[in-house]
């Protein structure tokens, strides 16, 4: 490969980087929001568990129970959905990186040689 087509290769993986730490910022906020659901969800069954039976109807109680639980196992199941996009981003990630500093290292060499043909 010669230097413009070194030079084109590593703008373009340099692109397909940027893009792809900036998908694994975004699944970083989503787990962030995520983890504050999920928190909501745990004080709620807690406020529920504190009133109690006793103090609501029963089928209230039972029928709020059952969503908060459906709700954190739909939050849970989201969440490893999304550990898995991070896990595939951050090793495409690692892959692109590797391939530029292959690049870089194609490119030094290639200027040495052309230094040395005019020197």
């Known amino acids: 490969m010669g230097v413009v087509g070194t030079h084109v290769r590593q703008l373009a993986l340099t692109g397909i980087k940027y893009d792809l730490e900036f998908r694994v910022q975004d699944i ?18 807690e406020r529920l568990f504190l009133l109690g039976e006793n103090k609501i109807p029963r089928c209230i109680y039972l029928r709020e129970t059952n969503r908060i639980r459906r709700e954190k196992q739909r939050l849970k199941d989201w969440e490893a959905m999304v550990e898995q996009k991070k896990v595939t ?3 495409r990630l ?26």
């Open 28 to 45: 970083m906020l989503q787990k962030q929001t995520l983890m504050s659901n999920l928190t909501c969800l745990e004080d709620q069954e």
């Open 89 to 91: 981003y951050e090793n």
């Open 94 to 119: 690692k892959a692109t990186e590797t391939e530029l500093q292959g690049l870089q290292k194609l490119l030094d060499k290639n200027t040495q040689m052309s230094f040395k043909a005019f020197a």
